[in-house]
């Protein structure tokens, strides 16, 4: 049987946006040009469009004519959060993490396992000029070692900015670091003894996970939701069973699942720390990426048992290596830390990262990031739901740059990832992102660089691949 | 009874030496100047000026004239090598340190306790230069995080400068850090595990001691000796009833006494390594600051069990936090380690001194800096050889820039140091110096300032309040 006119036209467009030669929220042919382009009539073109409409594939705006829809959000293509009864463990390294991480900054592979910043987002014009200014008004003084809590002018500037998260700190209760790592490493060593007890979510940054483990301390996993972060309850129940030390949790725009606490749930979680006597480590590193532009409030809103902490790294440059810690109750011992291990932080960094937050169009630079963020996330996003099955799960982030794609029980990403490192393509598995090397049938894509064909491509070779890895 | 005129005037020009009003090496007036300006006869000069020479104030020249000598050097007056039997212990530290580096960077104290470069050393406008140069060629990229092992450009600088040391390292045999103080922690970690024991030099630089410290390892005191380093001897009796995983020496200008290690002494050493099973850490900050501008080879290159390590922190300048490592053995180790604590450096710092290490003058330099470095020791050693009461002994450096103090037993460099910072004058009292907070009768003055009047007047006023802490 020979399908109708219009249903033909019909596929065929839809395999055009499918394939991105019209991508998520272009102008889609206006229905004259299609009639006059494609040797149709009017009536014909029009049946095809309503059909495309009625798929979600385009929508008509008033006025302006018709544009390729986002895929459609249904709640069920939302990752599940992952429940499991939290017993405490030691940390098991997933054995996969050396082959993933030897991709790093190698431009044979697409970096979707590349959580980093850019080129087209890192303000290169801007650092330089401010370089040169630092070196010329600083002079030697910009070579000489930092003091022991950093520099004066950096703490200065970033106390201002933390005024927009609420936190209301004096320069003298900041210190810097070199970079987010060294921050978190500081929160932990502070709050917790070889050993002693965590709470991480479920999935957490392999980072934390990796650092947790080196300093010989136990974890218990708390399962994180895709879309309001860590579950309280069940840091909650842990509570009740174990005596925990320090919880570390990323509130806003949780890497990797891109979650964001709400504010009730930050004051639960604060509660509990007053409750149990355990501390907060809240890892705010992506706190300034909302794509909406708003700022969310530090849990050390609502509680005095926090340390807070941030880097430059997604934001402005990971080369400076600029990071920092609200210490809070922990202030003297993490000075003290600080002092014993890395006594002393870049010098001219520091400088040139308060220059830029004080006076260098902080806030603007970070307007046209998070547009870029934003940009890229929905256009990779949108291409994963065109590409990947129909039982392919993945969120929708509303601040910084990765996605958390869950695939069906029993999905080998490892197996998937090797495969996809064969394709030149890199990803991160869901193994690494967990304490126990579970999420196996979940992975993570970074969005930080530009999308555009090589990366569309690369989705739909990660869409055909995917379902040879179920089980 | 009224002394003769000669003696009169050769009391008057010794004291004027003393002060420093003619320091160490600067010309002194001619017989025949001083006779016009004092208007006395030529030969009451010429009596007074033998005086002067019999003295050791000041020496003739054949067809130059007179000069003001260096003090004279007995050998009793160096400082002698602290021997005591040495048992395996935890390290004390000394409660007076966070007073002393509460002080640094501070401009109302004379830095005499800073073992950083004066701003007079850091050639400030050449990495101006080069980081202009850095940001404008690599763009972005000198933004980006660093590959695992550090910038390779870095690395490739390095591994050219070691051939000097005798060191036949590729660029991928070389793990760069953020500094030496890294670098030392990777070390020991890839070494020692807690509960071990280490042997350090007594004294030894305190950062060692506390990162030894904080890593819960026990250390075995072995004696250093202010001209000769190490005492390998005794390192080898202490070998004889202990199992020692590292031993961890400055063998080059070692801080803070100056010494170092003859090449009999490093084949003994390595030997030792060898037979016993353990790993030497040469800690080699102080290498390229040979006065004389010779480089001292690695132990390296007499045995296996070496890991090398050094930084710009001396040398370039501190604030670029600039280290490495060469791990030999342990290089997938350190490799490991380091992605775990601090996975990355700063890009822009270690372009900038791969740049300046191989086109921007570093030998040039090298040459300008250590001149400078032996002036200001030779002048402060001379300062305090004046000053001070006959029983103080000093090294006389042949690198590097810290001086080594020792007073009679019985002397409280503690109570000492604290009158100094009194006077705003800021000292290391030798009790951070060791790990059994023993060395209270010595104390550390670092030399990498300028030295000018303040500095004079600081020796002076430390002259002179040192009696007091006799016992």
């Given at each position: 049987m020979v399908s109708p006119l219009h249903q033909k036209l019909g596929s065929k467009l839809a395999g055009l946006i499918r394939a991105g030669t019209f991508p998520c929220g272009a102008r889609f042919p206006s229905i004259r040009h299609t009639s006059r382009e494609h040797r149709v009539s009017i009536s014909t073109v029009m049946e095809a469009y309503r059909h495309l409409e009625d798929e979600g594939l385009i929508v008509a705006k008033p006025r302006s004519g018709y544009y390729v829809a986002p895929p459609k959000i249904t709640a069920d293509r939302f990752p599940t959060t992952i429940t499991k009864s939290s017993k405490p463990i030691r940390i098991e390294r997933a054995s996969i993490f050396e082959t993933v991480m030897?991709?790093?900054?190698?431009?044979?592979?697409?970096?979707?396992s590349t959580a980093a910043p850019d080129d087209g987002i890192v303000p290169h014009s801007k650092l330089a000029a401010i370089t040169r200014e630092v070196m010329r008004k600083h002079g030697s003084e910009a070579l000489r070692y930092t003091p022991p809590l950093g520099r004066r002018e950096l703490r200065a500037a970033l106390s201002r900015r933390l005024f927009d998260t609420g936190l209301k700190v004096a320069p003298d209760e900041i210190v810097t670091t070199q970079g987010g790592t060294e921050a978190l490493l500081l929160a932990l060593r502070a709050t917790a003894q070889s050993g002693d007890l965590v709470a991480v979510e479920t999935?957490?940054?392999f980072g934390i996970l990796h650092l947790v483990r080196d300093l010989g301390l136990r974890v218990i996993e708390i399962p994180a939701d895709?879309?309001?972060?860590?579950?309280v309850g069940a840091l909650e129940s842990a509570l009740k069973k174990h005596r925990i030390a320090a919880c570390v949790v990323q509130?806003?725009?949780?890497?990797?699942?891109?979650s964001v606490m709400p504010e009730a749930n930050k004051k639960a979680l604060a509660a509990l720390a007053d409750e149990y006597g355990f501390t907060i480590i809240e890892d705010d590193v992506y706190g300034d990426l909302g794509h909406d532009g708003s700022r969310q409030p530090s849990i050390a809103n609502y509680g005095e048992r926090v340390i807070h902490l941030g880097s430059v790294s997604k934001t402005i440059a990971p080369g400076l290596r600029v990071g920092w810690l609200v210490?809070?109750?922990h202030l003297d011992e993490i000075r003290r830390l600080k002092c014993i291990q890395c006594?002393?932080?870049?010098t001219l960094s520091e400088l040139v990262v308060a220059g830029f937050l004080d006076a260098g169009g902080y806030d603007r630079h970070l307007r046209r990031i998070r547009g870029l963020y934003a940009a890229q996330c929905a256009r990779t996003r949108d291409a994963v739901l065109r590409h990947f099955p129909d039982w392919t799960r993945v969120n929708q982030p509303a601040g910084g740059f990765v996605l958390w794609v869950e695939m069906p029980d029993g999905f080998d990403s490892e197996g998937f990832t090797r495969a996809a490192l064969d394709r030149g393509i890199s990803i991160s598995p869901g193994t690494i992102f967990s304490a126990s090397c579970g999420l196996n049938h979940c992975f993570r894509l970074s969005c930080g660089f530009a999308f555009g064909d090589r990366t569309l491509e690369a989705i739909a070779t990660l869409g055909k691949l995917a379902p040879h890895y179920l089980p």
């Open positions: 030897a991709t790093q900054g190698d431009p044979a592979y697409v970096p979707f999935p957490s940054y895709p879309r309001g972060g860590l579950v509130p806003h725009f949780q890497n990797p699942i891109g210490p809070g109750a006594p002393w932080n870049g």
